[in-house]
């Protein structure tokens, strides 16, 4: 934590869970596949990870690319996986359910949320947030679902944050002794400031990311020392 802003950093392997872990960060989001938007981790580096970094992690549950409307079969694997999370460690599960018409599916969400909470960790809805039309209605069902955080970039498109930090001020200002709001998605060194201030949150997700030259996104620690030092600031 910087200036009493709590600090979520999303990563997409081993190596880089290890790096994050020694800046003054409170929570990792654990995934694989960065470049997908984020997929399941596996069991073993969430295991190794909680055995050698004494940090947070909330482990992404997403089994594909795409949109989050799942068939039957993927959610009831999806359940399986965040069930082996949360029995190997996870302090909180991420996850988004919605409908073919892209509101939040009541179902999956509740037996999910219960899952997570039958373990006393954290449900947290990612950001297929951003991809519901009515927030207000959607905030409200994941509040009465139990859903303890929402990662949103308030609809703005990616990379653009700052065009949806207004409409998080609101969510924020009228729910945040219900849910929490995290803003997320085109966090930079230039405007994290903005969005802190803007949103009005205390909390900030950054994944600060750079292309390996391999083919995948890794964490740019250099980023990530310039980000937490633009912190310093406020």
């Known amino acids: 934590m910087i200036k009493g802003i709590q600090i979520e950093i999303c990563i997409g392997n081993v190596q880089d869970g290890l790096i994050a872990s020694k800046y003054p960060i409170d929570r990792i989001e654990l995934n694989s596949a960065l470049e997908l938007g984020g997929l ?4 073993e580096t969430l295991k190794y990870l909680k055995s050698n970094i004494d940090k947070k992690i909330c482990c992404m549950i997403r089994p594909r690319g795409g949109d ?4 039957d079969l993927e959610f009831e694997i999806m359940m399986s996986d965040a069930k082996n999370m949360l029995e190997n460690g996870a302090d909180g599960i991420v996850f988004g359910f919605l409908n073919s018409d892209n509101t939040i599916d009541i179902d999956k969400t509740s ?3 219960e899952l997570i909470h039958s373990y006393n960790k954290e449900a947290i ?4 947030f951003d991809e519901i039309d009515d927030l207000d209605l959607a905030i409200k069902q994941l509040i009465e679902l139990k859903i303890n955080r929402i990662l949103t970039s308030g609809k ?10 207004e409409r998080l001020k609101i969510l924020n200002d009228k729910y945040s002794d219900k849910i929490e709001i995290l803003p997320g998605g085109g966090v930079r060194v230039d405007n994290i400031v903005d969005v802190l201030k803007v949103s009005n949150c205390k909390q900030i997700h950054m994944t600060s990311k750079m292309n390996n030259p391999n083919g995948y996104l890794q964490l740019d ?5 310039q980000l937490l030092n633009k912190l310093e600031t406020i």
């Open 156 to 165: 703005a498109e990616y990379p653009n944050i700052i065009e949806g930090c």
């Open 221 to 225: 620690e250099k980023q990530l020392i």
């Open 40 to 43: 399941s981790s596996s069991i």
């Open 125 to 128: 809805f990612h950001k297929a």
């Open 111 to 113: 037996k999910m949320s």
């Open 68 to 71: 989050f409307n799942y068939t």
